[in-house]
């Protein structure tokens, strides 16, 4: 007869018939498994073994079954437990200061920090909130909303009164920490008490064996807000109950978990004295405390940090707003704390066969199937005489994390006198399954992934499509896939689930895996071979558990770039060099076809942010870019005195994206483009001239010139105006200043210079009107113009004051010239006293002040002419 066995490879799950399958064979042999049954997702596995519940007892198995398979068991993980090793009080601040009640958050948004109250020196009611906004932070499980402080404010004046647990987060880690321990260690002890001024909601130790008593522990976690901060209190009854053997148990060790936010009041006595093996209260060596300390550095550490030094415990410093932190501190406290054992070694012996037969399994043959539970395989088959009472023994081996051993060995009897079974089934009563003939269906064929690759969407660079490719079709899509950035540990991994699609009309070969609510870091596909991202399908089907390499299919993008501007004051005499350096940084080497002169493109960044690449240019190079050795360093020394010019700091570089550069596995980049940093260039005035010249002329009269006291004009590569060929005469392109109203008086707002740039100008060109007289500027940066009118004899006429760049000016795209952006100075033609201006010629005299504080003088001449047919307003 022909026998049928099933062996797994390590990590694999075993499948068998449900209980509800039955294939009837006529004189079958089985074979002893452990019992089937489902776990989450309803996967159909194993059903764990309990060493200690078969010790001492007799099993009766059928008569037909002749042997102990080598696979199909799996070791309960509570075999792997010592629990009740540690008893842990829990010790919670409940202070005032762990409250939020207002965030300042810097002007140039690098830093915020949260304030317990705005009882600061310097602000006052009207700092925080209405004008300045709200907030909205984590608080607990949900949201709350925070005021926020005037930026401008300094919050120097408040160095005590940050919020301890700004987002609500310190009862919650405690909770989860419970529950920890509880799963971990059901025969450990825990106590819980909070403090301010004294003890707050105290519960004495339990044993964390029953709901009852983890939930007693977990509701009386009750956050307060209370004034005072005591250490002593607490800590002399954390000592009191774990010294006492009426209230923990002797044998366990003992542990002090306690968190706060400050140092205690000098009242207090900062809790040292309890330390003391002489305390009078509670004599005796103090248990080590893990002191968890919620603040920034400040002389409030050295307390609780000497507490935990001198009794043998750990210290840590948590920045308050950093919550994810704070619970994985208490994460590894609670590791280093409880004991945990895993198996490293089985051996199964039955002492009834001669000789006897013996099966091993060592720490490579078990591998996790989930709930804490281990599947194992023996090396070999154990033989089982018929009709006999075997004899079986069954010893296993332990290692806890710091690398001690534990032995344990049970004996129990498997009985082959009770009735044959022909079939796949559970054993009613037993922790065993058998295995006949008939085995289960083999599962389907693995279909194979033949490639996977990342795509980048929406062109910022981190992968947001992932694509799948199989060999045969599918009839369904996975219930779901897991994706690793460059490995298989929890922090590589997608924080957000993909949905998962098929590609239309791609037969259901291919799977679309959309990872926009979760995207790929920039630059995740450049990672070194052998350590590529990876994506795991399901276990079990044609999906077969399957990893595959995901492969680089997106190209570099710029991570940085930096711009030192030409320095006139370096210029030798004889030459007329004019070049700045830029830097980039790429994500990922960079290989091009041709030369690198066109490497990389710039345009105006439009509201801080890279959204202008279809008006994007070449930078023009002075000399070949050179690459550093590891290709993704790129230095391009920019011609500065080209017509179409070069990015300055705040402008957008891109890399050049026609095909010429790519990454080394020939990716194109994508529509990426970073704002450059690095050194502004000097702030100045680069053209000043009337337009018009003359009031009273314009562009279809004979003679009319825009160009007036200006030299830096005239030639095709400086000049901002344009000469029509056919007609011979100038135009200039009149931009309205904000707030001009044709036919209104001009009173624009002047700002203060360090006030920030508002609003988006949205005006375009328009007709110059007739009636005023202007300046035509081009300037670098804003300013505010501070204008002087003379009649041509020098006598006074008027003064006014008009600004530029501080109502989004610098992002319109009509204002761009080659060297700065337009802008326009008006006159009424009126002097102070709102009388019209003769006809004659008049003395402009201008001084620009820049926003850094530099200041530049400039003076030009414009005329009036008064004509009949013609009214000045």
Request: aromatic fraction near 6%.
């Given at each position: 007869?022909?026998?049928?066995?099933?062996?797994?490879?390590?990590?694999?799950?075993?499948?068998?018939?449900?209980?509800?399958?039955?294939?009837?064979?006529?004189?079958?042999?089985?074979?002893?498994?452990?019992?089937?049954?489902?776990?989450?997702?309803?996967?159909?596995?194993?059903?764990?073994?309990?060493?200690?519940?078969?010790?001492?007892?007799?099993?009766?198995?059928?008569?037909?079954?002749?042997?102990?398979?080598?696979?199909?068991?799996?070791?309960?993980?509570?075999?792997?437990?010592?629990?009740?090793?540690?008893?842990?009080?829990?010790?919670?601040?409940?202070?005032?200061?762990?409250?939020?009640?207002a965030a300042w958050i810097s002007p140039d948004k690098t830093d915020t920090i949260y304030l317990q109250n705005t009882n600061c020196t310097g602000?006052?009611?009207?700092?925080?909130?209405?004008?300045?906004?709200?907030?909205?932070?984590?608080?607990?499980?949900?949201?709350?909303?925070?005021?926020?402080?005037?930026?401008?404010?300094?919050?120097?004046?408040?160095?005590?009164?940050?919020?301890?647990?700004?987002?609500?987060?310190?009862?919650?880690?405690?909770?989860?920490?419970?529950?920890?321990?509880?799963?971990?260690?059901?025969?450990?002890?825990?106590?819980?008490?909070?403090?301010?001024?004294?003890?707050?909601?105290?519960?004495?130790?339990?044993?964390?064996?029953?709901?009852?008593?983890?939930?007693?522990?977990?509701?009386?976690?009750?956050?307060?807000?209370?004034?005072?901060?005591?250490?002593?209190?607490?800590?002399?009854?954390?000592?009191?109950?774990?010294?006492?053997?009426?209230?923990?148990?002797?044998?366990?060790?003992?542990?002090?978990?306690?968190?706060?936010?400050g140092r205690p009041s000098p009242s207090d006595q900062n809790g040292l004295k309890v330390i003391d093996s002489l305390y009078a209260a509670q004599p005796g060596k103090m248990p080590p405390v893990y002191g968890i300390l919620l603040s920034k550095p400040s002389s409030d550490t050295a307390i609780l940090d000497s507490i935990s030094k001198r009794t043998g415990g750990k210290f840590f410093l948590i920045p308050p707003s950093h919550p994810d932190s704070l619970k994985s501190v208490v994460a590894r406290i609670l590791n280093v704390i409880l004991r945990q054992y895993h198996p490293v070694g089985a051996v199964v012996t039955n002492g009834s066969t001669a000789p006897a037969?013996?099966?091993?399994?060592?720490?490579?043959?078990?591998?996790?199937?989930?709930?804490n539970e281990w599947l194992f395989n023996f090396d070999k088959i154990i033989p089982l005489n018929k009709q006999a009472d075997n004899q079986i023994k069954l010893s296993t081996e332990y290692l806890d994390q710091t690398?001690?051993?534990?032995?344990?060995?049970?004996?129990?009897?498997?009985?082959?006198?009770?009735?044959?079974?022909?079939?796949?089934?559970?054993?009613?009563?037993?922790?065993?399954?058998?295995?006949?003939?008939?085995?289960?269906?083999?599962?389907?064929?693995?279909?194979?992934?033949?490639?996977?690759?990342?795509?980048?969407?929406?062109?910022?660079?981190?992968?947001?499509?992932?694509?799948?490719?199989?060999?045969?079709?599918?009839?369904?899509?996975?219930?779901?896939?897991?994706?690793y950035w460059n490995d298989f540990g929890p922090a590589f991994k997608n924080k957000t689930a993909p949905v998962l699609t098929f590609l239309p009309g791609s037969g259901n070969k291919v799977i679309l895996a959309d990872f926009s609510a979760s995207p790929w870091p920039v630059g995740v596909t450049s990672i070194p071979a052998g350590a590529a991202p990876v994506v795991v399908l399901p276990t079990g089907g044609v999906f077969g558990g399957q990893s595959?390499?995901?492969?680089?299919?997106?190209?570099?993008?710029?991570?940085?770039?930096?711009?030192?501007?030409?320095?006139?004051?370096?210029?030798?005499?004889?030459?007329?060099?004019?070049?700045?350096?830029?830097?980039?940084i790429a994500s990922e080497p960079i290989r091009t076809k041709g030369q690198w002169t066109t490497v990389l493109l710039w345009s105006k960044s439009v509201g801080g942010k890279c959204e202008d690449f279809v008006n994007a240019q070449t930078v023009v190079v002075s000399q070949s870019p050179s690459i550093d050795g590891s290709n993704t360093k790129l230095t391009v020394l920019a011609d500065a005195a080209n017509p179409k010019g070069s990015p300055t700091k705040g402008d957008c570089v891109y890399l050049n994206v026609d095909g010429t550069y790519t990454d080394m596995d020939f990716n194109l980049p994508p529509v990426h483009g970073v704002v450059l940093d690095g050194t502004p260039p000097p702030r100045k005035?680069?053209?000043?001239?009337?337009?018009?010249?003359?009031?009273?002329?314009?562009?279809?009269?004979?003679?009319?010139?825009?160009?007036?006291?200006?030299?830096?004009?005239?030639?095709?590569?400086?000049?901002?105006?344009?000469?029509?060929?056919?007609?011979?005469?100038?135009?200039?392109?009149?931009?309205?200043?904000?707030?001009?109203?044709?036919?209104?008086p001009f009173t624009p707002a002047i700002p203060a210079l360090t006030s920030p740039s508002v609003g988006v100008e949205g005006?375009?060109?328009?007709?110059?009107?007739?009636?005023?007289?202007?300046?035509?500027?081009?300037?670098?940066?804003?300013?505010?113009?501070?204008?002087?009118?003379?009649?041509?004899?020098?006598?006074?006429?008027?003064?006014?004051?008009?600004?530029?760049?501080y109502n989004g000016e610098l992002n319109n795209r009509f204002r761009i010239a080659p060297k700065g952006e337009v802008s326009y100075l008006v006159w009424d033609l009126k002097d102070d006293h709102g009388r019209k201006a003769g006809q004659g010629v008049y003395i402009w005299k201008v001084l620009f002040t820049f926003d850094s504080g530099k200041q530049e003088v400039q003076y030009t001449r414009t005329g009036v002419m008064r004509r009949l047919g013609w009214q000045a307003p």
């Open positions: 007869m022909t026998k049928y066995f099933l062996r797994a490879a390590a990590g694999v799950v075993l499948l068998t018939l449900p209980i509800s399958v039955v294939a009837q064979v006529v004189n079958a042999e089985c074979g002893l498994r452990g019992a089937d049954t489902t776990i989450a997702g309803g996967v159909l596995t194993k059903q764990c073994l309990d060493p200690a519940s078969l010790n001492g007892k007799s099993v009766q198995i059928p008569a037909n079954v002749t042997r102990i398979d080598n696979t199909g068991f799996a070791l309960c993980g509570s075999a792997l437990k010592e629990g009740g090793l540690a008893d842990i009080v829990y010790v919670l601040d409940q202070s005032g200061s762990m409250q939020v009640g602000i006052n009611r009207g700092d925080f909130g209405g004008t300045y906004g709200n907030l909205t932070i984590p608080n607990e499980t949900g949201v709350r909303t925070i005021p926020i402080i005037n930026p401008a404010k300094s919050v120097a004046g408040c160095p005590d009164n940050t919020a301890g647990d700004p987002f609500t987060q310190r009862g919650i880690a405690f909770k989860e920490a419970i529950q920890f321990q509880a799963e971990r260690a059901p025969n450990s002890m825990a106590g819980y008490m909070g403090f301010s001024g004294g003890v707050l909601d105290p519960v004495r130790p339990v044993t964390l064996n029953s709901d009852a008593n983890i939930n007693r522990l977990l509701n009386n976690i009750i956050l307060h807000l209370n004034s005072g901060t005591n250490y002593t209190a607490p800590l002399d009854s954390a000592k009191r109950w774990l010294l006492s053997p009426t209230i923990t148990t002797p044998t366990h060790s003992k542990a002090i978990i306690f968190l706060s936010d037969s013996v099966g091993t399994a060592g720490a490579a043959d078990f591998t996790p199937q989930g709930n690398g001690a051993a534990k032995d344990t060995t049970v004996n129990f009897i498997l009985s082959t006198k009770g009735p044959e079974e022909s079939a796949n089934k559970n054993l009613p009563g037993t922790q065993f399954s058998v295995v006949c003939i008939d085995l289960p269906p083999p599962p389907p064929p693995v279909d194979p992934i033949k490639v996977a690759y990342l795509k980048d969407i929406n062109g910022d660079g981190a992968g947001d499509l992932l694509v799948i490719v199989f060999l045969q079709p599918l009839t369904a899509l996975p219930a779901s896939l897991d994706a595959h390499a995901i492969d680089d299919s997106i190209g570099p993008i710029l991570l940085s770039g930096t711009v030192k501007p030409f320095d006139a004051s370096k210029l030798q005499p004889g030459l007329e060099e004019n070049i700045d350096t830029i830097t980039v005035i680069d053209l000043f001239r009337g337009y018009p010249p003359v009031v009273g002329l314009d562009a279809t009269n004979p003679g009319f010139m825009v160009t007036n006291q200006d030299p830096r004009t005239g030639s095709s590569t400086t000049s901002y105006s344009v000469l029509d060929s056919t007609t011979g005469k100038y135009t200039v392109s009149w931009i309205p200043p904000v707030g001009f109203v044709e036919g209104s005006t375009g060109v328009t007709t110059l009107p007739p009636g005023i007289s202007t300046i035509q500027v081009v300037s670098t940066g804003k300013y505010i113009a501070d204008i002087t009118i003379y009649d041509n004899r020098g006598t006074f006429l008027k003064r006014f004051k008009q600004p530029f760049g």
